[in-house]
C-alpha cells in the first residue's frame, strides 16, 4: 500500500525566513505534485515532477524529487505572507493517474 | 473555459437520503476523479474514471456509486447518505497517460445530519 508522509504538518515561521516541507513515500513512483489550498478554497496546481533529480521554481518556492529516496522537498525562500496556506504532495501510484495525497502541511506566516 | 464545475456548492442530507453530485470539465481530458476531504487531511479518492465508459474503485469507494455520463461529465452518487459522509468533495479531472497534474473543481461542501 503506498503511504504518503508529510512534515511537519504545522508550520508557523515569520516572514523572511526560509523553511524545507519534506514528501516521503513508501513505493516507487517517479511522479510527484504540488498542490496549494487556501481555506475553504479548491487546490491549485503548484510544481509536477516527472523524474529523478527533477526540481521546478516557481517564485519563493522551489520543489525537487529524489526518486531513489522517496522524497520530495517544497523549499520556501524569504517566506512572505501571502505563502500562508495548506500545502499538499501527492504521488502516482505506478503512473497509473491515480494520486495518494498526503495529510498536507498548514503553513503559517507571520510579520 | 470554466475548467472544472461542480453541482451543487453546499447540501444538506437527512441520513438516509439520496443525492447525486454533478461534475463537468470542458478540457476535453480523458481522466476524471472523484475525491473527498475530511478536516484536517488529505484528499482520499473516491472512484476515478480513466475513459469515456470506464469507471474504477479508489481508496474508499463504499457507500457510493459513479456514472462517466460522456467525456466532459462525470456523476457521484450517494445511495443512502450517512453521517460519515459527511465531508468536502472534489471532482478533478486530467489528460490521461502524461503525467499532467490534475485539475480541480471548487468542491461541494456535504452535511448529513
Known amino acids: 500500500e503506498l503511504k504518503v508522509e508529510q512534515n511537519p504538518l504545522f508550520l508557523s515561521m515569520q516572514e523572511g525566513k526560509n523553511y524545507t516541507i519534506y514528501c516521503n513515500y513508501s513505493t516507487t513512483s517517479d511522479r510527484l505534485y504540488w498542490y496549494r489550498q487556501d481555506p475553504g478554497k479548491s487546490l491549485e496546481s503548484l510544481f509536477v515532477l516527472l523524474s529523478n533529480g527533477a526540481v521546478k521554481q516557481e517564485g519563493r518556492l522551489m520543489a525537487s524529487l529524489d526518486t531513489k529516496a522517496r522524497l520530495s522537498t517544497l523549499h520556501i525562500t524569504a517566506a512572505v505572507h501571502d505563502l500562508s496556506a495548506t500545502y499538499f504532495c501527492a504521488v502516482d501510484m505506478n503512473n497509473t493517474d491515480k494520486l495518494i495525497f498526503g495529510t498536507g502541511t498548514r503553513l503559517q506566516v507571520f510579520p | 473555459n470554466a475548467g472544472v464545475t461542480q453541482t451543487p456548492k453546499f447540501q444538506v442530507l437527512k441520513t438516509g437520503q439520496s443525492m447525486t453530485l454533478q461534475c463537468a470539465q470542458d478540457?476535453?481530458?480523458?481522466?476524471m476523479y472523484w475525491y473527498r476531504q475530511d478536516p484536517g487531511m488529505g484528499l482520499r479518492l473516491i472512484y476515478y474514471?480513466?475513459?469515456?465508459?470506464?469507471?474504477d474503485k479508489g481508496e474508499v469507494p463504499n457507500g457510493y456509486n459513479v456514472s462517466r455520463l460522456n467525456k466532459r461529465e462525470f456523476s457521484l452518487r450517494l445511495e443512502s447518505a450517512a453521517p460519515s459522509q459527511t465531508s468536502v468533495y472534489f471532482c478533478?479531472?486530467?489528460?490521461?497517460?502524461?503525467?499532467?497534474?490534475?485539475?480541480f473543481g471548487p468542491g461541494t461542501r456535504l452535511t448529513v445530519l
Open positions: 478540457m476535453n481530458h480523458n481522466s
Open positions: 478533478a479531472s486530467t489528460v490521461a497517460g502524461e503525467g499532467d497534474t490534475q485539475y
Open positions: 474514471s480513466a475513459s469515456e465508459g470506464t469507471t
